[in-house]
């Protein structure tokens, strides 16, 4: 059996005629998504998976391999074969997993191909139906005087929630009791029926509860408001007092290192396209996502911003000291 170095040098021969370019891919490519079927990141791979069919003239599988935090499906990626045809698509845990895992079964950015950034979505500042609250203000009052009181939801250590939290108690200068759950759908129900005081949860998700008028809404995490019509008139973090706070949850996808560079620029090419979909724009609106359309959509601007942030999420981990197994 060939090593992962042996097949990654026959697979670059392989791809240094112009007739193996044009063969790729003659076979499915399989979209490997570390979380559940239904979550967020799940309903971005299978809009992408569609929306890259096209420009691909192959069919484009989503393949849901959960567990740990998003790290098994990034780690079975990782060690994929490097020719195309397996690729990851993964959320801001690609940046703050090597802070938050002691022992993490891949390296961040060494063990992967960036293809591009495919979205940015936002978050909203959520409370359980029943508090008294009915503005930032207000409840910033109401954090300040049951500090180290409040419970405060999130979807399990390493998740997009639990992140978004941390940032918030850090620029707030609070303390909360942080209850990790198995999903979003758990800690959603949860906040709804009272029993967790808040959550910092996607727009994606959040909407629908927000619009049934069963949890409270008090900001979004993004710099400026969304158009979103049940999120329009919801102020930002930053412009309710603090200032520059700005996260959301972005989603990229990668390739195993060693990809034929002529592959990569298929597939990066093919992303550009998919991105430019129409229906494909439509339905990422309507899920309060924007599409990535700057140097970041490049594998060169992709692999800089993830840096980038590995480097600003490292530094409120740390100061959080919260570990994931």
């Not at 009915?134 to 929630?161: H, M, P, Q």
């Amino acid at each position: 059996m060939l090593s992962k170095r042996a097949t990654w040098l026959v697979s670059a021969l392989a791809f240094t005629s112009g007739a193996a370019w044009a063969e790729f891919p003659d076979r499915p490519i399989t979209l490997v998504v570390p979380f559940a079927a239904g979550g967020p990141s799940d309903k971005i791979a299978r809009d992408l998976a569609e929306a890259l069919r096209k420009p691909l003239a192959q069919t484009v599988l989503v393949d849901n391999t959960a567990g740990a935090g998003g790290t098994i499906g990034s780690a079975r990626v990782a060690r994929a074969n490097p020719d195309g045809y397996t690729l990851l698509v993964h959320h801001i845990g690609m940046a703050t997993a090597p802070s938050l895992y002691k022992k993490l079964p891949f390296k961040t950015p060494d063990d992967f191909e960036f293809l591009g950034l495919v979205n940015e979505a936002p978050s909203t500042l959520i409370g359980r139906p029943t508090l008294a609250a009915s503005s930032f203000a207000e409840l910033r009052t109401w954090i300040s005087e049951n500090d180290g009181k409040i419970n405060l939801a999130n979807a399990g250590v390493g998740s997009a929630s639990h992140l978004c939290a941390l940032m918030l108690q850090s620029a707030m200068k609070s303390t909360m009791t942080a209850v990790p759950y198995k999903g979003t759908a758990p800690a959603m129900n949860d906040l709804m029926g009272g029993q967790v005081d808040l959550m910092c949860e996607q727009a994606t998700n959040a909407v629908p509860q927000i619009e049934g008028k069963k949890v409270k809404v008090y900001a979004v995490t993004s710099a400026r408001r969304l158009a979103l019509p049940a999120l329009a008139q919801v102020p930002t973090l930053s412009e309710s007092g603090l200032n520059g706070f700005d996260v959301q949850v972005w989603h990229g996808v990668y390739a195993p290192r060693g990809t034929p560079p002529a592959v990569l620029a298929r597939l990066n090419a093919a992303l550009q396209t998919a991105l430019r979909e129409p229906d494909l724009i439509k339905r990422q609106e309507a899920l309060g996502l924007r599409i990535v359309t700057d140097e970041r959509l490049t594998p060169a601007g992709h692999r800089q911003f993830v840096e980038q942030e590995i480097e600003r999420w490292s530094k409120v981990i740390q100061k959080s000291g919260v570990t994931a197994e």
